[in-house]
């Protein structure tokens, strides 16, 4: 045995032995240069059978430890192999093991506990995720040693893994282990050969047990327990339902059925409360609240559509029932103002009429009528169920949310001032009109030409006015312009419209027969009209007969008039 104040290798001096085993006694040793504390593991050759064998597994133990570089792991400084003896020279692992803290305190603290376990775990997953794997195979309190200093890091102490005499290499190739190592009371049924070789699970097996032999301060396989592991709330009803079920999935007989990671276990010791049987029902409890509360929003979500489209579809069945029995304006502004995102309310529809056609049913737009429109664009007046008065600004509205519909419906307001409404001079007819119209050009050409037939009408009323002669007649040009491009335009239309727009055509010449003449050929004129005539008896449609044959006699009116106004140049 090395004495006390004794030098190993000249340099490491014996302090005092600090612990001794059955095949080795470990020694505190400084090394006076480095002023750094040592332990100095000594096996005796004299003292060992078979001191070959166990020489070679302390060479494999130190070739792994070599190898390793962990904060909770020793290293290896030296080797010496002297004539009596092998010799390692290791980290001084300051502290006592847990075992004896078990013996000295019995149970540990639940939390300290957790907290050494999770060190443990991350040494383990680091010898586990080496190339090849490492195995310890030999996890127990003994073998775990506490340090005395503590930290915000480790407010429980920091630990360290000792006694690699076991350990050894996972090889993917191996059935199973050489050697049935590790202690009892710890081993997975693996290590006792049969079952395959070792592996990370085994040490996942051995830790179970050394978290349960902390914290409930027995031996897994003491007479206490029966020779087995009873739950360890059935021997400390304090202790948490979460870390007992941690520590019966560790030691499951089927490696399969317990974690397959020290990453998994890691986890679920971070989240041991999560575990607990209380905790687990209340998050039953609002999944239950939460499923509830789903479904609930769920019905609501379905009430609510089905209730809204139960709501549109009664709005929808109350508008076309308001619509079908509208019979004055104020009928058509409730209808309009149920939902005035709809058009039919002032187009019409094939079964009913809408509010233009009800004003234009005695076939002309009077005053009043258009004041029936005008209010459209200030918005209609709404009571509410406690008689409060609001303007619904019902274009905006339609506008907004049907474009396509809001087009139309100006561009159809603006035909009806356009071919019905003749009260005034043209250019008051054209300007209301094309107020309406302006808002349809994109969708409707026509509308266009319409706006510029009205800039020339007003252009020749200020030029009038002006007595600007020479602007007058250039803008008498342009609006014949206009005319023709007008004309141009009735190809693609429908044959009631194009009656109105050649009625339209013939009356502008009418009107302005004299100053036509001076701005284009006569003949020019004549040939325009005999055109709609003859174009105008293409129209078949019976229900159109009378509106074809007024047409017809205007333009036998106007050309009369041409003639005169020909023959008095």
């Not at 847990?98 to 013996?103: Q, V």
């Amino acid at each position: 045995m090395l004495e006390v104040g004794s030098l190993v290798d000249g340099k490491y001096k014996i302090l005092n032995k600090v612990g001794q085993g059955g095949m080795s006694v470990v020694y505190l040793a400084m090394n006076e240069r480095a002023n750094k504390q040592w332990a100095v593991k000594e096996v005796r050759k004299d003292g060992t059978l078979n001191f070959e064998a166990v020489k070679q597994g302390l060479i494999a133990e130190t070739d792994i430890l070599k190898k390793l570089k962990h904060p909770h792991l020793p290293s290896i400084a030296d080797i010496i192999d002297t004539e009596d003896s092998f010799i390692i020279i290791m980290d001084y692992i300051q502290g006592n093991s847990l075992d004896k803290a078990i013996r000295d305190f019995g149970a540990q603290p639940e939390e300290a506990v957790i907290d050494w376990a999770k060190q443990l775990c991350d040494v383990l997953g680091y010898l586990h995720s080496l190339n090849p794997p490492i195995i310890y195979r030999d996890m127990k309190p003994a073998n775990v040693m506490l340090q005395p200093n503590t930290s915000d890091k480790y407010p429980w102490g920091e630990i360290s893994l000792i006694d690699f005499g076991t350990a050894r290499e996972y090889k993917n190739f191996k059935a199973e282990d050489t050697k049935n190592l590790g202690t009892l009371d710890y081993a997975a049924p693996e290590q006792f050969g049969g079952n395959g070789q070792t592996d990370a699970r085994t040490d996942i097996f051995a830790l179970g047990k050394t978290i349960y032999h902390l914290v409930t301060g027995l031996s897994p396989r003491s007479p206490q327990t029966e020779y087995d592991m009873l739950p360890i709330r059935q021997l400390n009803p304090q202790l948490s339902s979460g870390l007992e079920k941690i520590i019966i999935k560790c030691t499951q007989q089927n490696r399969n059925d317990r974690y397959q990671s020290c990453a998994e276990l890691l986890y679920d010791l971070d989240h041991y409360r999560d575990l607990e049987d209380e905790h687990i029902k209340q998050q039953k409890n609002k999944i239950k609240l939460f499923a509830a509360s789903a479904t609930l929003t769920l019905i609501f979500a379905i009430v609510s559509v089905f209730g809204f489209f139960s709501a549109e579809g009664a709005k929808k069945a109350n508008y076309e029932y308001l619509l079908a029995n509208a019979d004055s304006v104020e009928k058509y502004y409730e209808t309009i103002l149920t939902d005035p995102t709809r058009t039919e309310a002032y187009l019409g529809t094939d079964d009913f009429d809408g509010l233009i056609d009800y004003l234009i049913a005695d076939g002309e737009l009077s005053a009043e009528d258009s004041a029936v429109l005008a209010k459209l664009k200030v918005g209609i007046e709404k009571s509410d169920s406690k008689g409060y008065n609001s303007t619904v600004d019902v274009l905006n509205q339609l506008k907004k949310d049907n474009p396509d519909g809001f087009e139309q419906v100006c561009y159809e307001i603006g035909e009806t001032y356009l071919f019905y409404y003749n009260i005034g001079v043209a250019k008051d007819k054209y300007q209301t009109a094309t107020s309406w119209l302006k808002d349809s050009v994109e969708s409707y050409p026509v509308s266009k030409i319409y706006c510029d037939i009205s800039n020339c009408l007003q252009n020749v009323y200020k030029y009038a006015k002006a007595n600007q002669t020479a602007k007058l007649y250039e803008e008498y040009g342009n609006l014949w312009n206009e005319v023709v491009i007008l004309h141009d335009e009735t190809v693609d239309l429908e044959d009631d419209l194009k009656i109105q727009v050649w009625n339209e055509i013939v009356n502008m010449v009418n009107t302005n027969c004299k100053e036509f003449c001076e701005v284009t050929a006569p003949s020019e004129i004549n040939s325009m009209m005999n055109r709609i005539l003859s174009e105008s008896s293409g129209v078949t449609n019976t229900f159109l007969k009378e509106n074809v044959t007024k047409l017809q006699t205007n333009i036998e009116t106007t050309l009369s008039k041409i003639s005169t106004v020909e023959s008095q140049k």
